[in-house]
């Protein structure tokens, strides 16, 4: 592999789940990772990387690293196990899915369940897919992370595309709408960041004052869950101010006039009213966003982890579509860029090969499939995901997985909160040990990702093991075999324009390829917005608005676990919990390599006044708790919360946590208005002191 070897060292792609996507070089002394960099020739990249992925070479040569295959000797959940070879666990699989596939209810008894442990198109979305889908197995919705948001962004841009995200450097005023990039985009921030030395204005809107928040020029702090009523309230005041792009409108849009008229529903005092904020401070920004130009939003999860969260997504799209913001490079808005690679996921994931009629299982619900799914889940596969630590609920999940009847196999590196629950755990690669090619979801390049070391003890890449599984069940299908290259090959179409002029060849060589886009790259100012008639949609057609499950005209849905929603509920339990991304965790990966997540015990930020009422302080020992469940935490008391708000930067694992839980104890599987998407920060608990134990 050392044809890979760029300069000094191996290249190589970040495979975490991150919008930055950073090009590394790696460097190996014996067999062995011992330094990992972020490229100085890969503008994205601009030469540096996190302090997580820095410590990649720990993560990588971890004594904990699973080597072989084992299987349980202990009872379920007691993460005992004993090692056995590759053969006898294949075999084990083999059968056990076969003679579940070939029992009452077919093979649709067998859930695969897989997230971000590497977000490459081989080992992230390739043969698993196609084994899955050749075996009959239940379809896994995967709704944990974006589908709230992609359903609303879809209904008014048409496709996940936006500004290039370098262009932020250039813009005059930059909204971080629900977004920390200090912590969950570092690359991102530092193009805010210079625009900012520029004189740029940096708005953060955000419940809690992130670290980005508390670097912002302006935190305006609405309630959470609000935000479709704040986009619709400065939508509203554009209009009656005039502060419009006529003619862009004009030509580039539809359905301006009925949500304008939506929009006149929402006067600032009724929005000041929904969002917990002056009305003075509505007007404020809305000055702001329609006054001189570029603006750029860079809006991410934080508002769409609620029961609104499509619908405050698609209030928010219009904002830009108003102002003509889209005229300018670094004007209009970034949710995610995945939507400018030409990828070929049928070829990828070949879901014709499903069986037609087959289930879905969201995977926001996890627990409710494992305990009530009818016919039963009989048989779990897990790879790239952690779901007892990550997914809603996990009193339920946990339940679900400690069930006798369960056949539950894990494909992992380290032995998480899941793998404890397996029957079978299965060795897996690192990014430095397989092969992968990226894409990113906020620049606009492609990334290869050679191994650079061998594989640790008998570790298998993802795409090896799906190979071996096929061979096991005896599926003679051609497209399972596939090896790793001609998959990363065939992953694009390369007849398409955003590829003309790139070659494969090159990103052997280089390592990365920018995607054929001009530069600099404003791509909608002058419309041909990717909808059926190339325009911005303020407002959609019945059909097309039953069909995607949304109103016809954006509007403002509460969230499900609030005061306006569901008071008696909020009576009981009047904090609402947010558990965003903490800087030095990844999900719940990194949370066992000390050296980077090793920040103490869980914690809870509280306001003072709410820590008043209930007696606490700094240091006090606290269970945050509903009826779905609880976790411990210790309490910091803050003002960077507002009263009535709490915040967990998540996520932690379980088993590090005294109590055995995490915030996922308490959050909710109750889904997105549209897009089927996971509710984390629509959850309402109550907190109290831990008495000390006698
Ligand atoms: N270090 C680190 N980086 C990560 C991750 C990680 O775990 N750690 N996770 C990665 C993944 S998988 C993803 S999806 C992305 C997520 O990326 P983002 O969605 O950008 O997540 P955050 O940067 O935490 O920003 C979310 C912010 O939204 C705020 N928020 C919560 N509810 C609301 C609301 O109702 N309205 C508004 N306006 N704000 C709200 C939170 O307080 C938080 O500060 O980050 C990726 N990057
Ligand atoms: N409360 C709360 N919960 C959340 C969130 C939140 O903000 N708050 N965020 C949610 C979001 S945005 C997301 S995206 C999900 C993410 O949830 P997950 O996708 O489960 O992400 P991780 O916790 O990083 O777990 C990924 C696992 O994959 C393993 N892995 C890595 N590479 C490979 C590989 O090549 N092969 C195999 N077989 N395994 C591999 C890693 O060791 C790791 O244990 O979590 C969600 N959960
Ligand atoms: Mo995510």
Request: contains cysteine; hydrophobic residues 40%.
């Amino acid at each position: 592999m050392s044809a890979h070897a760029a300069g000094s060292g191996h290249f190589g792609a970040c495979p975490h789940d991150c919008p930055d996507t950073c090009a590394l070089r790696l460097q190996v002394v014996d067999g062995r990772v011992t330094e990992v960099a972020g490229r100085a020739d890969h503008p994205a990249t601009d030469g540096f990387i996190c302090a997580k992925v820095a410590h990649s070479p720990e993560r990588i040569h971890h004594p904990d690293r699973l080597r072989t295959p084992l299987r349980r000797i202990g009872p379920k959940g007691s993460g005992r196990f004993a090692p056995i070879g590759w053969d006898e666990a294949l075999d084990e699989i083999a059968e056990r899915f076969g003679a579940i596939a070939a029992g009452p209810d077919g093979p649709q008894a067998i859930l695969p369940y897989s997230y971000s442990g590497t977000l490459g198109f081989v080992q992230g979305g390739s043969l698993d897919l196609r084994f899955f889908h050749r075996l009959g197995a239940s379809r896994l919705d995967r709704t944990i992370c974006s589908t709230a948001g992609e359903a609303g962004f879809r209904a008014s841009m048409g496709a996940m595309v936006g500004m290039d995200v370098a262009r932020f450097a250039d813009a005059r005023l930059i909204v971080l709408w629900g977004t920390n990039p200090i912590s969950s985009s570092i690359h991102l921030w530092s193009r805010v960041a210079s625009a900012q030395r520029r004189g740029a204005m940096v708005v953060a809107i955000d419940p809690y004052r992130s670290l980005s928040a508390a670097r912002a020029n302006w935190h305006l702090a609405p309630l959470p869950g609000t935000d479709a009523a704040l986009a619709l309230g400065l939508a509203h005041l554009l209009i009656r101010d005039g502060r419009l792009d006529r003619q862009w409108i004009d030509s580039h849009t539809t359905g301006f006039a009925a949500f304008a008229e939506r929009a006149g529903e929402y006067p600032p005092q009724r929005v000041a009213a929904i969002c917990g904020i002056a009305e003075a401070d509505v007007e404020r920004l809305a000055a702001l966003y329609g006054g001189q130009g570029p603006s750029a939003i860079r809006f991410n999860s934080g508002a769409t982890r609620h029961g609104g969260g499509a619908s405050a997504t698609r209030a928010i799209s219009c904002l830009p579509a108003l102002t003509g913001a889209w005229r300018h490079a670094a004007g209009g808005m970034l949710l995610s860029s995945s939507g400018w690679y030409p990828v070929d996921w049928d070829g990828l994931g070949r879901p014709d090969l499903s069986p037609p009629g087959t289930r879905s299982i969201n995977m926001s619900q996890l627990g409710e499939a494992l305990l009530s799914a009818r016919p039963p889940v009989r048989a779990l596969y897990v790879y790239n995901s952690n779901p007892a630590a990550v997914a809603p609920d996990s009193v339920a999940v946990r339940k679900g997985l400690a069930r006798e009847d369960l056949f539950t196999v894990v494909h992992e590196l380290f032995q998480t909160d899941t793998a404890d629950w397996a029957d079978l755990l299965l060795p897996a690669t690192s990014q430095a040990e397989h092969f992968d090619l990226h894409k990113s979801y906020g620049h606009l390049d492609l990334l290869l990702n050679p191994p650079a070391i061998a594989p640790l003890g008998e570790a298998l890449c993802n795409s090896e093991l799906f190979r071996r599984l096929s061979r096991r069940m005896g599926f003679d299908d051609a497209c399972l075999y596939d090896d790793d290259l001609v998959i990363a090959r065939s992953a694009l179409d390369w007849q398409h324009p955003h590829l003309a002029g790139r070659r494969w060849e090159d990103l052997e060589r280089q390592g990365w390829l920018r995607l054929n886009l001009p530069e600099p790259f404003a791509p909608f100012a002058s419309g041909g917005f990717p909808t059926p008639d190339g325009r911005f949609r303020f407002c959609l057609d019945a059909g097309e608005a039953a069909r995607r499950g949304l109103p016809a005209v954006p509007d403002f849905v509460p969230p499900r676990e609030s005061h306006a929603a569901d008071p008696q509920l909020a009576a009981r339990y009047p904090l609402n919990l947010l558990t965003p991304p903490a800087r030095h965790r990844l999900n719940s990966s990194f949370a066992n390599l000390q050296v980077v997540a090793g920040d103490g015990a869980p914690r809870l930020e509280m306001h003072p006044q709410d820590a008043r009422v209930r007696g606490l302080a700094t240091g006090t020992r606290v269970r945050v708790h509903n009826d779905r469940g609880s976790y411990q935490a210790e309490l910091v008391v803050s003002d960077a919360v507002r009263p009535g708000v709490v915040v967990s930067l998540s996520l932690w694992w379980q088993k590090h946590a005294a109590d055995g839980w995490n915030a996922n104890a308490v959050t909710s599987q109750a889904v997105s208005d549209a897009g089927g998407g996971a509710t984390f920060y629509d959850c309402l608990v109550e907190v109290t002191a831990v008495e000390a134990s006698p």
